[in-house]
């Protein structure tokens, strides 16, 4: 009997108590969130697999996402919020140089942990066929920390969003490279980082050692499948 339990797959999982199918659903994600950070690849995912992960039967997944599509969105938007919420304790302190510095390191030090997750949230299929407004909730506030260093006279003056945008594109670039080119001879991404500012922020240098001085210890990346759950 224990053979036959042992090949049988996971043990089922117990139902819910009454009002506890958001758990479910909760626990459902998170287990695609580990799952997709692991593959990198949202077409490798299959429901009978995050089912396996989660300890139930496949017919339960689908009683809460419809298709594939459906649940690669919940995670891919669930990590998203987990990683805006950790940015915010990114951004410390009153210099906004500092905390424009602080945002840009911690998303390059997110994708280093999680290259899996970001694969398949800026260079999967469903990424070009999907929209995925949570996104802009990132950009916003990386515009927002480009327009307090410039109201504050410590950026050249001019669009903010403009500049960020510009950011998020050098930043992107610079971590997507090394998450498909890891064998070239990548110098620290502190210090392509600090150039980005330096270059398309019109930061002086003096300000990011300033910065670069005042830098505390980093908050830790959120994990995969945290249930608390870039651009």
Known sequence: ?????????????????RGQG??????????????????ADDQALSMRAVAREVGIAATSVYIH?????ALVLAALEQSHRDL????????????????????LLFLGEWVRGHQGLYKV??????????????????????????QR????????????AEVSLDLRAAVH???????NQPDLPWPPLEEQIDRFLAKLGGIAPDLLERAR???????????????AAAR
């Open 1 to 17: 009997m224990a053979l036959m339990n042992a090949i049988s797959g996971p043990r089922p999982r117990g139902r819910n108590p």
């Open 22 to 39: 958001e758990r479910l659903r909760e626990d459902i994600v998170a287990a695609a969130v580990r799952l997709l950070d692991e593959l």
């Open 65 to 69: 996402f419809a298709d594939r599509d």
């Open 84 to 103: 805006v919420r950790t940015l915010e304790r990114a951004e410390t302190g009153a210099d906004p140089v500092a905390r424009l510095r602080g945002r």
């Open 121 to 146: 949230l800026h260079e999967s299929t469903l990424n070009q066929r999907a929209s995925m407004e949570f996104k802009q909730e990132l950009a916003e506030r990386t515009t927002a920390a480009v």
């Open 149 to 160: 260093c410039m109201d504050a006279g410590l950026a050249a003056p001019g669009r903010a």
């Open 173 to 179: 670039g610079a971590v997507s490279m090394r998450v």
């Open 213 to 227: 001085q005042a830098e505390g210890p980093a908050p830790a990346p959120p994990q995969n499948g945290s249930g």
